[in-house]
């Protein structure tokens, strides 16, 4: 079936350095991507989209690569911060008429 | 604006007691979406609402679950009679047609003994 994964549940990172976390993703018909942030006790909050006919879109110490030929989703976050430490979702969306699927998440744990 | 609101924060109740979630979108927003959220499962979709009417409940678990929005500001989830595989954290979102982007709520988190 269609369905949005991660590659890794949890992933430690030095404070300051560069973190990147993966997601892959089945419906090559997908045509927009969504990276959700969700701190302890709070709700997902969107960070960045991009939609299918780009590769990449980058926000302020955050970017998104998207690799279609092996359905490919990636966020960098740089230099992460310890307000960085949560847990990142991707999710997938076909078109504005259908569902959007989150994935499961991935944790990103911050070393000092 | 406040965001999305949702109420209660914690709900702690019995099995077999019916429970009611609570959701206020953000104003002007026409989507609204009711997500539960477990360890093993993620989180799931289980209904949205487009401006005030129901578009897709294929998510809703078991005819235990409704959801209802009579207007635009409000919509509550409702289990009756819930069980202790109902524990979850339930959240409300909404979006604007034309802007892809869901706000989310801080959830309700549901323990069901």
């Known amino acids: 079936g269609e369905s949005v994964g991660l590659h890794l549940p949890t992933l430690s990172v030095q404070e300051g350095d560069n973190s990147i976390i993966n997601c892959a993703y089945s419906?090559?018909?997908?045509?927009?991507f969504i990276w959700y942030k969700q701190e302890s006790g709070k709700g997902p909050q969107f960070i960045i989209d991009?939609?299918?006919?780009?590769d990449k879109r980058q926000g302020q110490r955050v970017t998104v690569l998207l690799n279609k030929t092996v359905k490919h989703l990636s966020l960098q976050i740089a230099a992460t911060q310890p307000g960085d430490s949560a847990v990142y979702f991707c999710?997938?969306?076909?078109?504005?008429?259908?569902?959007?699927?989150f994935g499961k998440g991935t944790r990103l744990h911050i070393l000092p | 604006d406040a965001g999305v609101i949702q109420s209660p924060r914690h709900e702690v109740t019995e099995m077999g007691q019916e429970v009611t979630l609570r959701c206020k979108p953000i104003?002007?927003?026409?989507?609204l979406f009711w997500y539960r959220q477990t360890m093993m499962r993620g989180l799931e979709l289980l209904i949205y609402?487009?401006?005030?009417?129901?578009?897709?409940d294929s998510g809703m678990p078991e005819d235990r679950f409704s959801a209802k929005m009579p207007n635009a500001s409000f919509s509550t989830l409702k289990i009756q009679p819930s069980e202790p595989r109902d524990s979850a954290v339930y959240f409300c979102?909404?979006?604007?047609?034309?802007?892809?982007?869901?706000?989310f709520g801080a959830g309700t988190r549901l323990s069901v003994l």
């Open positions: 979102a909404s979006s604007l047609w034309g802007e892809d982007i869901q706000y």
């Open positions: 419906n090559s018909a997908s045509d927009y």
């Open positions: 999710a997938e969306w076909k078109n504005r008429d259908d569902k959007i699927i």
């Open positions: 609402f487009n401006n005030n009417v129901p578009i897709d």
């Open positions: 991009i939609r299918s006919n780009m």
């Open positions: 104003s002007g927003h026409d989507y």
